[in-house]
């Protein structure tokens, strides 16, 4: 999402803060659902798909955008393979971070790409900022690059520069929709099926979701202390933190 600077952090919702704030949602473009309603089968893992979950307010969503799986497949090769980093430093990417790219895993892959595609849609400059999330690691998926270089081969230097060239810079404003307020709405609607006919849901608590902001995504931010708390506690009993 494009965030304008701010020096002052208050505990208010995004567009609050940030009037001029962008946000955008991804998915597969193998499996469509919020972009056309679509459904379908897709390698970009940990992704939901094929319904819209309960906890994304649609409402609030700016920016719809779909990754092909093949871009994350690819680069996922090309981030991990000793040959592709090679290639990348000779194009001149930090060695430094082409080190840290083994932090990309297929899902954070595909935010990076919903990242480049916002940027060229809305023009972005070095006056802006996009955030996303990095989901996963590289380490969740060697048995995918195993895979991958028992389908394709190996991996060579003209493999590294078509799938830098191809999936990064010549990434395209294609297979996305920037949302009206009926465009919401529908997506929204998509709920409905889901969570009310099979998940116990009424269509008040749906409409809730659409009309009561307040008591619903409004009353949610209210809980961000304590959130924040239970996060900690995990963090602490877990030590994986300390090992950061």
């Not at 962008?22 to 970009?44: M, S, W, Y």
């Not at 996963?136 to 230097?157: A, C, F, N, P, W």
Request: glycine share 6%; net charge negative.
């Amino acid at each position: 999402m494009a965030l304008q600077r701010h020096r002052k952090r208050h505990r208010r919702g995004l567009k609050e803060l940030y009037p001029n704030a962008k946000l955008a949602v991804g998915e597969a473009l193998q499996c469509p659902t919020l972009l056309d309603n679509g459904f379908g089968a897709h390698r970009i893992e940990g992704i939901g798909d094929k319904h819209v979950p309960w906890i994304h307010n649609v409402k609030n969503t700016d920016m719809v955008i779909a990754i092909d799986d093949e871009d994350s497949q690819n680069l996922l090769r090309l981030f991990n393979e000793k040959v592709g980093r090679e290639y990348l430093k000779e194009q001149g990417v930090d060695p430094e971070l082409v080190d840290l790219l083994g932090y990309f895993g297929i899902s954070g892959i595909a935010n990076m790409l919903c990242c480049i595609k916002m940027a060229k849609y809305y023009e972005l400059d070095e006056n802006d900022v996009l955030a996303t999330v990095m989901t996963d690691s590289s380490v969740m998926y060697g048995s995918r690059i195993k895979e991958l270089q028992d389908e394709q081969g190996e991996y060579t230097h003209e493999k590294a520069a078509l799938h830098f060239n191809k999936h990064i810079l010549d990434e395209k404003t294609d297979n996305l929709l920037e949302l009206r307020y009926t465009d919401r709405k529908r997506i929204h609607n998509l709920k409905y099926y889901t969570w009310v006919e099979q998940q116990g849901k009424t269509s008040d608590e749906l409409n809730a979701l659409w009309y009561d902001e307040a008591n619903t995504w409004g009353a949610l931010r209210k809980e961000r202390e304590k959130v924040d708390e239970l996060i900690n506690e995990f963090n602490e009993a877990t030590g994986l933190l300390k090992k950061l």
